[in-house]
């Protein structure tokens, strides 16, 4: 299937798993969020969109497709396999409301109840990062283009107590 048409499928199936889980009416909503927001728009995270492959610093091959930011909602689905099988996969839901632009995750296709509002954007260096301190993990998504092919996403936080950092290196694919 041709990457376009691989896109629209995707952001058909997204629309419709959205379309049951209600977004926040406010960023007032996010648990946790901070008191100040940098200014930005949901327009400025447009160098998500694509497909993009690699690897992640638990050795699985990871899948992320980003859809455009158009509307004020834009969606990406994520997948991770080791050996041939799916171990993991999310649905992620980025919205600019009031002002405000806010993650919400939904990981194995469950809404998950923590929001994470953007709480830094570098638009020159292409880096944006969402956080959520009361959650375990992670507690910060971090988004950097660091070449026009590469894209890494770092997820930051505690696991069983500890602190947990887990890595993708993706590269811009067809």
Same mark, same amino acid.
């Given at each position: 299937?041709?990457?376009?048409?691989?896109?629209?499928? &995707? %952001?058909?199936?997204?629309?419709?798993?959205?379309?049951?889980?209600?977004?926040?009416? !406010?960023?007032?909503? !996010?648990?946790?969020?901070?008191?100040?927001?940098?200014?930005?728009?949901?327009?400025?995270?447009?160098?998500?969109? +694509?497909?993009?492959?690699?690897?992640?610093?638990?050795?699985?091959?990871?899948?992320? $497709?980003?859809? !455009?930011?158009?509307?004020? @909602?834009?969606?990406?689905?994520?997948?991770?396999?080791?050996?041939?099988? %799916? $171990?993991?996969?999310?649905? @992620?839901?980025?919205?600019?409301?009031?002002?405000?632009?806010?993650? $919400?995750?939904?990981?194995? +296709?469950?809404? !998950?109840?923590?929001?994470?509002?953007? @709480?830094?954007?570098?638009?020159?260096?292409?880096?944006?990062?969402?956080?959520?301190?009361?959650?375990?993990?992670?507690?910060?998504?971090?988004?950097?283009?660091?070449?026009?092919?590469? &894209?890494?996403?770092? &997820?930051?936080?505690?696991?069983? +107590?500890?602190?947990?950092?887990?890595?993708?290196?993706?590269?811009?694919?067809?």
């Amino acid at each position: 299937m041709p990457a376009r048409l691989r896109t629209l499928h &995707l %952001c058909t199936l997204l629309a419709s798993l959205f379309a049951c889980c209600p977004l926040p009416h !406010s960023a007032a909503e !996010s648990a946790g969020a901070p008191s100040e927001k940098p200014a930005a728009t949901l327009a400025q995270l447009a160098f998500l969109t +694509g497909t993009w492959r690699g690897t992640s610093s638990s050795g699985a091959t990871a899948e992320e $497709i980003f859809s !455009s930011p158009e509307g004020g @909602v834009m969606l990406s689905a994520g997948r991770e396999f080791k050996n041939g099988r %799916c $171990i993991f996969f999310d649905l @992620v839901a980025f919205t600019e409301q009031h002002g405000a632009v806010t993650l $919400i995750p939904h990981p194995n +296709g469950k809404r !998950s109840p923590r929001t994470f509002p953007l @709480v830094s954007l570098d638009a020159a260096a292409k880096r944006a990062r969402f956080e959520n301190p009361e959650h375990d993990f992670p507690k910060s998504f971090t988004y950097e283009l660091v070449a026009p092919d590469h &894209l890494r996403i770092i &997820l930051a936080g505690d696991r069983q +107590g500890r602190p947990f950092t887990e890595t993708f290196d993706l590269r811009r694919s067809p």
